[in-house]
């Protein structure tokens, strides 16, 4: 491979890097509506069928926002998680930290979860989408009893995923949040 060739791989990486995360900046700020084609390539200062030359479209820019959103859960929920010693502390440590990511990372949050995208959590999914479910995985496992593991986890984590919509969507009372922490963790580590 020649030297102008990696130039312009590497050069192409980083075009697409600083679109994904233009994306994501304009939509920390301004929500996901304003996130367009045109004010991308306006804020990037290229032309639209540059972006397009490195995605479909706004669906899979949020895909890659997603994606990359997935890879960062992982990482917080692996390191508090093992940072915990036991597993019920550690519950309580993946359960704030996810509360947490939701409400203070909404547009990233809302880019996994609630955006259209072309993303599926399940065996076809990007590694970024497996790691931030295994992770899941290893906080509810110790709790799952007899339950398969996996179901057990992936019911864990709607009750988790409906605490965080419901709360940053204002649908529940603000000072109620301990208790509702309270309650989550005890309906988890509960003999089953």
């Known amino acids: 491979m020649s030297a102008i060739q990696t130039r312009k791989e590497r050069e192409r990486a980083d075009r697409h890097q600083r679109i ?4 994501r900046e304009l939509a920390e700020t301004k929500g996901w509506e304003a996130v367009t084609i045109r004010r991308l390539a306006d804020a990037i200062e290229y032309s639209q069928p540059v972006l397009y030359s490195h995605f479909a479209g706004k669906d899979a820019i949020v895909a890659a926002v997603a994606e990359q959103g997935c ?11 093992e940072r915990a ?3 019920e502390a550690g ?6 930290n996810y509360l947490a990511f939701a409400r203070d990372s909404a547009a990233l949050y809302d880019a996994i979860f609630l955006l259209r995208t072309d993303l599926k959590f399940g ?4 590694q970024a989408l497996k790691d931030a479910f295994l992770e899941l ?50 309906q988890w580590v509960r003999p089953a």
């Open 20 to 23: 994904i995360d233009t994306a």
């Open 137 to 186: 995985l290893h906080t509810f496992a110790p709790f799952a009893g007899s339950h398969d593991v996996e179901t057990f986890t992936e019911v864990a984590w709607s009750a988790l995923h409906g605490l965080a919509t419901l709360d940053r969507g204002g649908r529940l009372r603000p000072d109620f949040r301990d208790q509702r922490l309270e309650i989550f963790i005890a």
């Open 123 to 126: 065996p076809e999914a990007p």
């Open 85 to 87: 010693a036991t597993p």
């Open 91 to 96: 519950l309580i440590a993946v359960t704030e």
């Open 71 to 81: 890879a960062e859960l992982a990482v917080a929920t692996r390191e508090a998680r």
